[in-house]
């Protein structure tokens, strides 16, 4: 991968297990090591078969929760939101998916990152997440692959006043609004997008999924959670395993 004016990544999936990057001149390392982490190696494990939903996670008793959309909608905010009650989070912007037995995610190294909004969202001033600037796992606190209990495709409404809404997704609608939220490795590929597709009939067959309709209003964004915990039947993850 070549990233313009900062560096160029070669990796060899799945035969090497390793990604090298090669910077260019004067280019920062903390910029060479947020771009591995946020884009590059996320499409290393694409290239190793898995694949990669834009989504934010937390981790519930039975496994991990994601929570699909479009930019600024909201999965960084609920994600973290989440996280304050005490569902560790998983993923801020990718959860990587893939078939080993079951539908499964695999921990990535990553980074809180919360726009202005949810400081209004949230009600405060949020803690300051520093940059890790080498190869350490950020926020991440898990160290093997966890099952995926359910995924949530959420969506914004104007109306303020609005409660939080929490329906099922018919199987029919399951699989469009999921592919929706899916990076595609490479669309020239036929054999690659037909094993993209395959994984992801896999999850719609085997996860529940649900759709998550809120207003962006600070009144009601512990609401939200409220909802979110009661409609999935959330409880708090029983152990931790940190990475070493």
């Known amino acids: ?53 834009h989504a934010s996670g937390i981790v519930a008793a039975g496994g991990v929760v994601a929570f699909c959309a479009r930019s600024e909608t909201g999965k960084s905010t609920i994600a973290y939101g989440l996280s304050r009650r005490g569902f560790p ?31 209004r969202l949230l009600g405060g001033v949020l803690p300051e997440h520093s940059r890790f600037e080498f190869n350490g796992p950020g926020a991440q606190v898990h160290g093997s692959p966890l099952p995926i209990r359910a995924i949530c495709v959420l969506e914004r409404v104007s109306d303020l006043d609005a409660p939080a809404g929490i329906a099922p997704i018919a199987p029919a609608d399951a699989f469009t609004s999921l592919l929706t939220h899916a990076h595609e490795f490479d669309w020239s590929d036929a054999d690659r997008r037909a094993a993209m597709v395959q994984t992801y009939l896999r999850a719609v067959a085997d996860v529940p999924m649900f759709a998550v309709s809120f207003a962006p209003s600070p009144a009601k964004i512990e609401e939200l959670f409220d909802a979110i915990i009661s409609g999935l039947r959330l409880e708090l993850p029983r152990s931790t395993a940190v990475v070493s």
């Open 89 to 119: 989070q998983w993923a801020d912007d990718g959860v990587v998916v893939g078939v080993h037995g079951g539908i499964v995610t695999m921990p990535l190294p990553f980074e809180v990152r919360l726009r202005e909004g949810s400081e």
């Open 1 to 53: 991968m070549l990233w313009p004016r900062l560096a160029a990544y070669r990796f060899d999936f799945p035969d090497q297990q390793s990604i090298t990057a090669y910077p260019e001149p004067g280019a920062r390392l903390s910029s060479v090591w947020d771009v591995y982490r946020r884009s590059v190696l996320p499409m290393a494990m694409q290239a190793a078969g898995w694949e990669v939903l």
